[in-house]
């Protein structure tokens, strides 16, 4: 199978991995339609297309949170990575630190964050949920620090996991789960093989400490479940702020009144998302919010975006819109379950491509030339 777009990326993982796994990293909240609406809303931006602008010499270059790097571009955390290929984080850390671009480990991550930054060649972001139980963030967040970890990355837009239809459908949650999952993975051999058998363990390696060695899904899914705190305010990141001196990194927000929150509790940035689609379906896309937020706050702290991003065209669009920087989620998954960490070196690649051909096309050479004036 040629594989040239994350579109055929996306195709090649859904043959290879169970159905439970495909439809986690696959699906959305209720019916889908912000879920849908992240891709179009972007897909539907006109570009203005320019001639005779001597683009002989483009960069895709940025710096982001003081460190230079390849192009503004992150591998966002996500959960359970490494269920997708074997040891699938440090595959991925690994492709995105000879890219030169940050990768950011779930706190729900099969590899725990010791293993990731001791294999990853260059330091990794952290990322953080609410959780009921404060001095266990305490302890993650000096793991993290410990290992090295430069950004901290904090989920706010979590308080109750998002009404997730397909993961009942799919074996990942429901009745007879666990069965069903083991008929999934018996008819994907190649898969079951490489990852089930060789990459073990499959406990999540940062939560181990309170859900035991031989924790399987059940428990990640009654634990998430059970430990979000929806009972969190604003003044209760003022503590995070104090402990964590690195850059923090807010990630959820929609609306210019948290956008301003953010900036008042002093952090240095924060993450334009509706976490893929997955938590509250109607809500507007990233690509819809983003304008008002950047407008906002783009002069206090650094605006960074997620949520429907497909392509180094998609990338060039956020940062139209306002954005610093932007978040690869499904994309670089994806990527990871059809190819390991090749395929993640083979999307970032193609990315970078994507961008610098739109980049020439609209007549800009450089990052910080990409604004609202490139669009129709």
């Known amino acids: 199978m040629i594989v040239s777009s994350t579109t055929d990326f996306r195709e090649a993982a859904r043959r ?20 849908a609406r992240n891709v179009s809303d972007l897909a539907d931006l ?7 602008k001597d683009v002989s010499q483009v960069s895709t270059r940025t710096t982001l949170f003081g460190v230079e790097q390849s192009m503004p571009v992150a591998l966002a955390p996500v959960g359970l990575t490494g269920m997708y290929a074997r040891r699938g984080e440090v595959q991925a850390a ?13 706190t729900v991550s099969v590899c725990d964050v010791d293993e990731v930054s001791r294999a990853s060649p260059a330091p ?6 609410v959780l009921r139980d404060r001095g266990f963030m305490r302890d ?26 397909r993961d009942a459908h799919s074996g990942m949650s429901g009745p007879h789960a666990g069965a069903r999952r083991i008929l999934q993975a018996v008819g994907k051999p190649t898969w079951a093989w490489d990852v089930g058998v060789m990459g073990r363990p499959h406990t999540l390696g940062n939560v181990a400490p309170v859900l035991g060695e031989n924790s399987g899904l059940e428990d990640f899914m009654g634990w998430l479940g059970a430990n979000f705190d929806p009972s969190i305010q604003w003044k209760d990141l003022e503590w995070i702020r104090e ?7 807010i990630k959820g927000v929609l609306d210019p009144d948290d956008a301003r929150a953010a900036a008042d509790i002093g952090a240095d940035g924060i993450v ?11 809500v507007l896309s990233s690509a819809r919010a983003l304008p ?8 206090r702290l650094t605006v960074l975006a997620d949520s429907g991003v497909r392509s180094g065209l998609d990338v060039v669009r956020m940062l139209a819109l306002g954005a610093r920087g932007v978040l690869l989620g499904r994309a670089f998954v994806y990527a990871l379950a059809a190819r390991g960490g090749p395929g993640v070196s083979q999307l970032l690649d193609l990315i970078e491509k994507e961008m610098r051909v739109a980049m020439a096309l609209t007549g800009v050479t450089s990052v910080d030339q990409i604004n609202r004036s490139i669009l129709a």
């Open 16 to 35: 290879r991995l169970p159905r439970f796994l495909f439809d986690y990293i696959d699906g959305g909240a209720y019916a889908e339609r912000t879920l």
């Open 140 to 165: 993650l967040l000096v793991r993290a620090k410990d290992a090295g970890a430069t950004a901290l990355v904090f989920t706010v837009d979590m308080p109750v996991p998002g009404a997730r239809y």
């Open 292 to 299: 008002a937020i950047a407008e906002a706050v783009g002069d």
């Open 272 to 282: 334009v998302s509706n976490h893929g689609g997955r938590q509250l379906d109607g």
């Open 46 to 52: 006109s570009l203005r297309q320019r001639v005779l």
């Open 94 to 106: 690994r492709a995105a630190a000879a890219k030169g671009v940050p990768f950011c480990l779930s």
């Open 243 to 249: 402990l964590w001196k690195g850059p923090l990194i």
């Open 124 to 129: 990794i972001w952290f990322q953080l949920y």
